[in-house]
């Protein structure tokens, strides 16, 4: 086609229009360039797909070993939090023990020492209730 211009008459909206009509080879800046259509996809090959395979197969593996080890640093954390926990209560029962050993061995003592207080007291009797006797008889036998 040959470039030129076209005027067209007015219309009844009182609009004009121009049209420029040009070659279709050469580009121009006011209109968008042509999308050229992509190629067409072919066929993968049988080594593209197997490289694919071995590709999601390795991204797979990947994964499971991540989470694996997200395990496994869990687990480890809560072996972490019984161990401590274990040894909070060894500690707590050792304690008790060593306050109960303690408290018996105090009673221990005090009964103990109250056994000897009576002990003595029990003697102290006895030595005045001889002494009363001899005494009585000093005071019959004298008398």
Do not use: W
């Not at 992509?38 to 070993?65: H, I, T, V, Y």
């Amino acid at each position: 086609m040959a470039s030129g211009v076209k005027s067209l008459n007015k219309r009844a909206s009182c609009q004009a229009f121009e049209v420029i009509l040009k070659s279709p080879t050469e580009p121009s800046p006011e209109r968008p360039q042509t999308l050229a259509l992509p190629p067409q996809k072919k066929e993968p090959s049988l080594g593209e797909l197997q490289r694919r395979l071995e590709a999601a197969e390795e991204r797979r593996k990947s994964q499971e070993k991540q989470v694996l080890k997200q395990l496994a640093e869990k687990r480890e954390r809560e072996k972490e939090v019984l161990n401590k926990a274990q040894e909070v209560n060894n500690n707590y029962s050792k304690m008790t023990e060593e306050k109960l050993h303690h408290k018996m061995e105090l009673n221990q003592e005090n009964r103990m020492a109250r056994l000897s207080a009576l002990k003595q007291r029990l003697r102290e009797k006895v030595s005045l209730s001889e002494v009363r006797k001899n005494k009585e008889l000093h005071t019959d036998l004298s008398g």
